[in-house]
């Protein structure tokens, strides 16, 4: 019953990000109605043993949707500061951005196929492509409901 990934959006451009609105953000056409299809198995590697678990649609309620605008709007404040730039430390290379542990439903992290799969944010740096994803905790929780109202039913 545990989630192995958090869910992923499609990168994005970071400087056309930057210049969004809230009310015309791409992000708002991916999260406005989604499909999920669990797929289960033991493992995150057993590729054979998995199964389909029930499907449901999800829509961001009321409070969900300030949620998700408010960290939205900064991520949008972050990228146009240049912290998704990559710094050094800890003999690891990572970006300025808020970690998924400090939000409650999205985060931004890198979504490029490798490292020289990148983009340039709005001040110039060269960036491995990036993307929003769901929180897994988030997506965990919006599962367990699912499987609550399930149970219910």
Known sequence: GKL????????????EFAEEDWEDAELRQHVDNILFIPLLGETKHDRLDR??????????????????????????????EGRA?????GGRRRSRLTP???????????????????????????????????NKDFVESLLAGQRASRVQS
């Open 100 to 134: 998924a542990s400090e939000t409650e439903c999205i985060h931004v992290r890198p979504h490029g196929q490798d490292s020289h799969d990148t983009d340039i944010d709005p001040e110039g740096n060269v960036v491995t492509k990036q993307s929003f994803w769901l």
């Open 4 to 15: 192995w990934e958090a869910v992923s959006f499609p990168a994005m451009n970071l400087r």
């Open 51 to 80: 199964r389909l678990g029930a499907a449901f649609f999800w829509q961001p309620d009321a409070r969900t949707w300030n949620l998700i605008e408010r960290e939205w709007e900064a991520y949008r404040k972050q990228i146009r």
């Open 85 to 89: 730039a990559y710094v050094e430390g």
